[in-house]
């Protein structure tokens, strides 16, 4: 079985690194970018089958990279799951809304994270 590809977008490197960590458990392939255009450019090139994106970016926004990631039409189909600090009532449905398939908070939870993306992944 071939390993699945997860592009995260993060430009913490402290979450990233943790990200990372989490994520070679399972034996994901990790793209990585540091800000949304970097993002957008190695998705294109490189589809994944998902994305992690980070809401609070440099420059361009998750929420803005996700909208354009949902009417691309080599990357519609992949689904997108935010990682954000975002806390208030209301910032999940303004992640969503922007074509977010979910929503991870951090801090993360190590012991629900994986269960999430393999959810995501099927």
Do not use: W
């Not at 361009?60 to 909208?67: E, S």
């Amino acid at each position: 079985m071939e390993n699945k590809t997860i592009l995260v977008i993060e430009d913490n490197e402290l979450n990233m690194k943790l990200v990372r960590s989490l994520l070679g458990i399972e034996n994901y392939r990790v793209l990585e970018a540091e800000d949304a255009e970097t993002g957008l450019q190695i998705a294109r090139e490189h589809p994944p089958d998902l994305i992690l994106m980070d809401i609070q970016l440099p420059g361009m926004d998750g929420l803005k990279a996700t909208r354009i990631i949902k009417i691309d039409p080599v990357l519609k189909d992949v689904p997108v799951v935010a990682l954000t600090s975002y806390a208030m009532e209301g910032d999940a449905k303004k992640v969503l809304e922007a074509g977010c398939a979910d929503y991870i908070a951090k801090p993360l939870d190590t012991r629900s994270f994986l269960k999430t993306i393999t959810g995501h992944l099927g």
